[in-house]
């Protein structure tokens, strides 16, 4: 099952960096940490990172936020250092979903990010509680497949695993992030579990699994999606 966020926590101070990853950790997340913005938006580009929480000097965050906003939906947590009303104002005029003052509370933070996340998810039912992709119907509510007008049986990973790909069609998803995602746990390059998956998807729901319609393999990345909706 895909439960776990992924969090991007960019942040220039290593100790509060590591407080605040080690409570998000702590209630089962999973954090890519990075002490400034330079690799931020490559990451959040590659990775399909859940939610971004940004402490950095105002500017550099202001900026950051900014640029993150231009490209992408993924909820932005601002935190400063003040709690005052013109900087919260600023903060959501350069697109952040929310802000956060220091001293940091950790269960402030983790409360506001859930109830982002919450939102986040929300409106990605109410998108694709179904999506329909060249005679392929897929039911995340139901978690129900249908190929060609028959309803083709999955385990929960290959249900997990065609929902994820065909949730971002036509874009190139490394083995890093299904394993991450899929697996909820560190990828290890020598396994080849995503590989077996991939094989026994592309039987049940591919005309020809040797010759696939829909689940690409990417060589020397992973896999895609290829139909369009």
């Not at 990417?218 to 909706?229: N, P, Q």
């Amino acid at each position: 099952m895909i439960q776990r966020p992924v969090v991007l926590l960019v942040d220039t101070e290593a100790t509060r960096r590591q407080e605040v990853s080690t409570a998000l950790r702590g209630v089962g997340w999973l954090v890519e940490e990075r002490g400034n913005s330079a690799e931020a938006p490559q990451l959040l580009w590659d990775r399909n990172i859940d939610a971004v929480v940004i402490a950095l000097p105002p500017s550099e965050g202001h900026a950051l936020c900014r640029l993150l906003r231009r490209s992408a939906d993924v909820p932005i947590l601002l935190v400063g250092n003040t709690r005052q009303i013109d900087r919260v104002l600023r903060a959501f005029e350069c697109g952040a979903d929310d802000y956060i003052g220091e001293p940091i509370d950790s269960r402030e933070m983790i409360a506001r990010l859930t109830a982002l996340l919450r939102r986040t998810a929300l409106a990605e039912r109410r998108q694709q509680r179904r999506i329909r992709i060249d005679g392929l119907q897929i039911d995340s509510l139901e978690r129900r497949v249908i190929v060609a007008g028959r309803e083709v049986n999955l385990s929960p990973t290959e249900f997990d695993l065609l929902y994820l790909l065909a949730s971002n069609p036509g874009t190139p998803l490394q083995r890093r992030l299904l394993y991450h995602r899929i697996w909820n746990s560190p990828y290890q390059g020598d396994t080849n579990l995503i590989d077996v998956c991939v094989r026994r998807l592309r039987r049940k729901i591919e005309r020809k699994p040797s010759a696939p319609q829909w689940v690409k393999t990417v060589r020397g990345v992973g896999y895609m999606f290829a139909g369009t909706s």
